[in-house]
């Protein structure tokens, strides 16, 4: 898998933008991605050093459809936390 296929794109939120300011960053990730794939990807596309990568297996949220009473469901995604080693930032996605 090359790094464009591992890494599917970044989470902007309130929380992830906190991180930000620790030098941790958050990604929806490829489901069979591991974090060996996941540290080389991040290091191969930003040009920066990873320290650390944590996992985390979301199951889609259940959501009702407007027309029939029945039940649909968002996408399983995953999601990879990204820590940054010294002063490495990313700069795509802080400015």
Do not use: C, H, W
Not at 56 to 67: D, H, L, T
């Amino acid at each position: 898998m090359n790094e464009r296929q591992v890494l599917m794109r970044p989470i902007i939120s309130e929380k992830s933008y906190a991180l930000m300011e620790q030098g941790t960053y958050v990604f929806v990730v490829d489901k069979t991605a591991n974090k060996i794939q996941i540290r080389a990807a991040v290091e191969e596309a930003f040009g920066v050093k990873v320290a650390s990568v944590n996992t985390m297996n979301r199951k889609g949220k259940r959501k009702r459809q407007r027309r029939l009473a029945t039940y649909g469901s968002r996408p399983d995604t995953k999601r990879a936390i990204v820590r940054l080693a010294g002063d490495d930032r990313i700069e795509l996605l802080e400015g």
